[in-house]
């Protein structure tokens, strides 16, 4: 898969460019193991290195090597695992290798029995041949993370292959009688001989082996011997930034002189990050009647699915093999989970965590603490912030208490009554002095002045305020308890610039691939996806993409360009003016884009699963911002900035990708903002917002119902401008979240086209909609537009114009978001029932899809083998050798075509539902064309909003049409039909569900016997859901 190749590579060029200074060596070769024959490499080594120094008698050689399959090599690798198991040819010696110093590194996976076959094999083998070995073999484990394995390795290799071949020279070519590796004690400044680095690039997934951390016995402290442990499981940000709220919320106390917390530090890290940061400091023994603490917050994607940055470690977890060991024995944790209750495994991966630690030993300070998404969470998520250290600390301390001179409840107070130090933000550029500027957040709000800012006066008329009324005071103790996710922030002068290291670890740049996907993209490294094609599936005119389109060809990046656009689709989509009707179709437009995929086929998918994509913030967002920091700090945007003491990028990247600057704010960020307000008033009416006693109606009707943005709260408060900093800006708001979309194509049918592009087809709503207006909000009943939607319509207008000619083509950064839940059935025998409204409908339209290719294959494959039969004539000849599949692999391939030809396609039932039949009826053709040609049984519609008649919606016509009654019935209990529900969920999968659940208890007698045969339904993976608020 390209793991071994880039690691190898890596290597072999931080040689060869000199990026590590330390290495005595002065060129690699970098080559595949099967090209040992055409280079001559035994040959080579058959005599000392000519050209090295004296005191260097051997030549230098990495092997880097995965294990597919069962044990299989790689292909590239297979000629030569070949002919090392063999005993040397006669053209070489009894020992080929006497003259080479060897390291080797494998790839594995533990979830297979022979783990590192192929790289274990190469090491003993080398051996054998008369090579000496420099260090032991490293084996890497894909199931538990490659990096904690790999990064040692490649920092240790080349010293260790140094001291090898130096050693080697002292003792007069004798080799080591073990595998222990010689300490040089000098290194020389060359060693003229090149390091031969060989690799593969066949399928791999990769693998660690970990040495266990020796016990520790220290005597009982005051304070924690280990850090607070941080970790996080997160998909759309949320959970990362508690987790990294609850960090920096600590730390920032660490740094008042007058706080003595039990725990000294803290590491804030990904859950996928535990073997490499964390697990030798929990394995342990900490100081007598001690624990380590740890806090995990972690959401739950999909219907049960963990996060991306946190299935290895689930994984790990979930293993027997773990259950021996009992690696929580010495720790202390707390468990939040993030879920949400349209789905009916509310909070599972974070309930699987809480479990399993408590099984593996752990001690469990509170119980685990669930909060919903559907009803906010807040709820949950600020009390047990302001909780959860106090807890874990008195938990490991032994005691009830923290020990230290400031009480418990200060590490759960808000920042505001703490009062915590001043934050240094260090600014040094070209364009500005070397001047500390300084941020404090006062725990006493000024006298109140009258307010001349939009923000204030509309925050009065909400309350109904007289002019001499005060705005409302809150206390401390209702305003929510986390604080700024960022530890540093520094603008860096070209000096400073030239001085930072520049390259990126090995580890960096190895292709990731997650080990139950096989995917090589992620949100941190996604792909560059061109659009191929674009189409509006509602009945939407054109006119408007025609004249859009005129803007976005020559430039489709071009920030002016887009908002020129944006403006010409709001002109032409009027949301208020005129027909209601319209109005209304005129904010449903909904459109299916096809982007490309590598056609290396790095990117693969299934139908039901999802596709992230990443997008900018808007052009007028990131402008205000700019004109803001430059205006009121001197910062360029050119300038570039280092956050957290990563690589440096300008101040515009910075604020164009990095922060949210149009989802609406939240209260925490609310809280923070008023810290900056210079207005006394401004500084009230923000942290009155914030309050969750006295502003939670306020919030409700100024910021939810509005969707104000931080931009909103900045042009309405202005005197926060004036004195919140860069890094207050960085440390305020969250990430921008990616937009996931149902994936609605098949590559089955892809591949059958034959196009020659590899693809794939999302379908999506345009956001665009009014807020409510309001007679005491002036900025109400505003026009708000999706940012990722909005953005999508511009850059594809060519493509809905259907063009002629050339232009040039936009490109988006996507990667895949794969489910283990919402697949077709293997059986193609299940009958299905698919309930999706609106463009719920997407994932079934790649369901049928793939269900219509799986037929035409079968059709295709018994027409050839009746073509076929009895025609073949021999003449080939075929080492077994030289098949690059296992003899497992082969059996079942025959098992599977034997199963295939059996295989009967099963009924497939549809319900729809949407407005209007004449303008967002999606897929209205592929549909009746799947019912026509017999890959549809049944095709149910519902609208809900047809002129003359009354609303009706999928749920209705479930349970009050006679035939839909009988047929789900039917297929239900006398078919076992599996049933997919996709679609919004804030009602209607509730609702959908009720509706099954009210028919199925006519036949069941009951409705209790009915919510319970739908349970078992859940249980056994027949009723799936796919939905969102």
Not at 105 to 116: I, M, R, S, V
Not at 202 to 230: D, F, N, R, W
Not at 489 to 500: I, M, S, T
Not at 809 to 835: A, C, D
Request: hydrophobic fraction near 35%; glycine fraction near 6%.
């Amino acid at each position: 898969t390209g793991n071994a190749e880039h690691i190898a590579k890596d290597l072999g060029e931080s040689i060869n460019e000199k990026k590590i200074s330390s290495s005595a060596f002065t060129s690699a070769t970098v080559l595949e193991l099967d090209q040992f024959k055409r280079k001559k490499l035994f040959e080579s080594w058959s005599s000392p290195p000519e050209d090295g120094d004296a005191k260097y008698t051997k030549h230098a050689l990495v092997v880097v090597c995965s294990t597919t399959g069962n044990g299989d090599a790689p292909e590239n690798a297979g000629r030569f695992v070949r002919f090392v198991k063999r005993k040397p040819p006669t053209t070489l010696s009894d020992a080929p290798m006497e003259h080479v110093a060897y390291s080797v590194l494998g790839l594995g996976d533990t979830n297979y029995d022979k783990f590192c076959e192929s790289g274990q094999l190469i090491d003993k083998k080398l051996k054998e041949w008369g090579g000496t070995r420099a260090m032991p073999v490293a084996c890497a484990d894909e199931a538990t993370g490659l990096e904690a394995t790999v990064e040692p390795w490649v920092e240790e290799v080349l010293g260790k292959l140094e001291a090898t071949c130096a050693a080697a020279s002292a003792s007069g070519g004798e080799e080591k009688k073990d595998d222990t590796t010689v300490d040089a004690t000098t290194l020389p400044e060359q060693l003229d001989q090149k390091l031969v680095v060989a690799e593969e690039t066949a399928s791999t997934t990769s693998v660690q082996q970990s040495s266990p951390a020796p016990a520790v016995t220290q005597e009982i402290a005051k304070e924690s011997t280990t850090p607070l442990y941080v970790l996080y499981g997160s998909a759309t940000g949320n959970a990362e930034h508690i987790a990294k709220d609850v960090a920096a919320t600590y730390e920032l106390y660490l740094k008042n002189p007058s706080f003595i917390g039990y725990f000294s530090s803290v590491v804030c890290c990904e859950l996928n990050d535990y073997k490499k940061k964390c697990l030798s400091q929990w394995e342990t023994e900490p100081p007598s009647n001690t624990k380590h603490g740890v806090i995990i917050v972690c959401s739950t994607t999909g219907n049960a699915d963990a996060p991306e940055n946190s299935d290895r470690f689930v994984r790990w977890l979930k293993r027997k093999s773990t259950d021996s060991t009992q690696p929580f024995k010495h720790c202390a944790y707390a468990v939040l989970a993030l879920g949400d209750t349209n789905y009916d495994v509310f909070c599972a991966t974070g309930k699987v965590i809480d479990k399993r630690l408590k099984e593996l030993g752990g001690t469990r300070c509170c119980p685990v603490a669930l909060a919903d998404e559907a009803t906010g969470l807040e709820e949950t998520v600020d009390p047990w912030t302001g909780s959860v250290i106090q807890k874990l600390a008195a938990e490991c301390n032994g005691s009830t208490r923290i020990q230290g001179s400031v009480a418990p409840s200060a590490v759960a107070a808000p920042i505001a009554e703490a009062a915590p130090p001043k934050t240094i933000v260090k600014e040094t550029s070209s364009s500005s002095s070397s001047e500390e500027k300084k941020m404090e957040f006062d725990e006493t709000v000024p006298a109140v002045s009258q307010s001349s800012s939009v923000g204030v006066a509309t925050i009065r008329n909400l309350l109904s305020l007289l002019p001499k009324d005060a705005i409302p005071a809150v206390d401390n103790k209702s305003l929510p308890s986390m604080v700024s996710s960022l530890s540093s922030c520094e603008l860096v002068n070209d000096e400073e610039l030239q001085g930072r290291e520049r390259g990126n670890s090995v580890a960096d740049n190895m292709t990731v691939s997650s080990g139950s996907s096989g995917f090589h993209y992620t949100l941190n490294k996604p792909y560059e996806s061109t659009v191929l094609s674009a189409r509006y599936l509602t009945k939407t005119n054109v006119e408007c993409a025609k004249k859009a389109s005129e803007l976005v060809l020559d430039s489709s990046t071009s920030d002016e360009k887009i908002v020129e656009a944006k403006n010409l689709y709001n002109n032409h989509f009027p949301l208020a003016i005129g027909d209601e009707i319209e109005c209304t179709k005129n904010g449903k437009r909904v459109i299916e884009m096809t982007l490309s995929l590598p056609d290396d086929f790095t990117l693969e998918y299934q139908p039901g699963d999802s596709v992230g994509l990443i997008v900018p913030n808007t052009p007028e967002s990131t402008n205000f911002i700019l004109s803001m920091l430059e205006k009121n700090h001197g910062v360029l945007p050119s300038q570039k900035i280092s956050v957290d003491s990563n690589h440096p990028i300008t101040v515009e990247e910075a604020i164009r990708t990095t922060i949210d600057l149009c989802s609406p704010m939240k209260k925490k960020r609310l809280f923070m903002l008023s810290q900056f307000a210079a207005d006394p008033e401004e500084a009230l009416a923000l942290r009155l917002l914030s309050s969750n006693e006295k502003g939670n109606d306020l919030f409700q009707r100024y910021v939810e119902d509005q969707n104000r943005t931080v931009i909103d709260i900045l042009k309405e408060f202005p005197s926060c401008q004036q004195l919140i900093t860069l890094e207050g800006l960085l440390g305020c708001l969250p990430a921008i979240p990616p937009r996931y979309y149902s994936v609605c194509s098949s590559p089955l049918a892809d591949r059958q086209a034959e196009n020659g592009n590899y693809h794939l087809k999302v379908a999506f709503s345009v956001v665009d909609f009014l807020t409510p207006s309001v007679s005491e909000d002036l900025n109400s009943g505003k026009r708000i537009g999706g940012l990722a939607t909005r953005y999508l319509e511009c850059i594809c207008s060519p493509f809905l114009n259907n063009p002629s000619g050339s232009f040039k083509v936009p490109t988006v950064q996507i990667f895949p978001k794969p489910t283990h839940e919402f697949r077709l059935p293997t059986n193609m025998s299940t009958p299905l029932i698919l309930i999706g409204p609106g463009t719920g409908i997407a994932p079934f339209i790649g369901f049928l899809s793939h269900r219509q290719a799986q037929i035409s294959s079968l059709e295709s494959f018994e027409a050839a083998e009746t073509a076929s039969e009895g025609t073949w004539r021999g003449g080939y000849e075929l080492d077994p050798e030289e098949l690059h599949i296992s003899k497992g692999d082969s059996t079942g391939l025959n098992l599977a075509l034997d199963y295939v030809r059996k295989q009967k396609t099963g009924e497939i039932d549809l319900y729809f539902g949407c407005r209007y039949s004449d303008h967002d009826y999606l897929y209205e053709d592929e549909l009746e064309a799947f019912k026509s040609t017999g890959i549809l049984s049944n095709l149910y519609t519902a609208f809900s909003r047809e002129h003359g008649k009354e609303k009706v919606y999928v749920q209705n016509i479930m349970q009050d049409k006679p035939e839909c009654k009988q047929r789900l019935t039917e297929m239900i209990l006398n078919k076992d039909a599996s049933v997919y529900v996709c679609g919004d969920g804030n009602a209607m999968g509730k609702d959908v569900q009720e509706a099954i659940v009210n028919v199925l208890a006519d036949k069941l007698e009951s409705k209790q016997s009915a919510l319970a045969y739908l349970d078992q339904m859940k249980t056994s993976g027949r009723f799936v859901l796919d939905i969102w608020s």
